[in-house]
Nanobody, 124 residues
Framework: VQLQASGGGLVQAGGSLRLSCAVS????????IAWFRQAPGKVREMVSC????????YYTQSVKGRFDISSDSAKNTVYLDLHSSKPEDTAVYYC??????????????????WGQGTLVTVSS
């Protein structure tokens, strides 16, 4: 499995940004893709995930109503749209595969495959 995250950058508070995760090496599309983030000095936390077999999604409480996760099966890409960004959203964002998406947050160690990370900086 290979995951390529992109789309990070600098955004002002209140602004929007789209992160992309290009997925390869997974056949069938019936799998979960998750986005995690890690701020300096903090533990990597799950932000959102999507089960591509049925479209089920999960969002951590701090991003509910602001972030949207979606999947384009034709492009084999999963997106994370950040809206109403806050300075506390500043972090390196990682996409991950080979793990569960079951309606609750899981630890990063439950996911076996990782992309390289993309930095999101939200200025106040």
């Amino acid at each position: 499995v290979q995951l390529q995250a992109s789309g990070g950058g600098l955004v002002q508070a209140g602004g929007s940004l789209r992160l992309s995760c290009a997925v390869s090496g997974i056949t069938g599309g019936d799998d979960a893709i998750a986005w995690f983030r890690q701020a300096p000095g903090k533990v990597r936390e799950m932000v959102s995930c999507i089960d591509r077999s049925d479209g089920h999604t999960y969002y951590t409480q701090s991003v509910k109503g602001r972030f949207d996760i979606s999947s384009d099966s034709a492009k084999n890409t999963v997106y994370l749209d950040l809206h109403s960004s806050k300075p506390e959203d500043t972090a390196v964002y990682y996409c991950a595969a080979d793990g569960p998406c079951a309606g609750r947050e899981v630890m990063w160690s439950r996911y076996a495959s990782w992309g390289q990370g993309t930095l999101v900086t939200v200025s106040s």
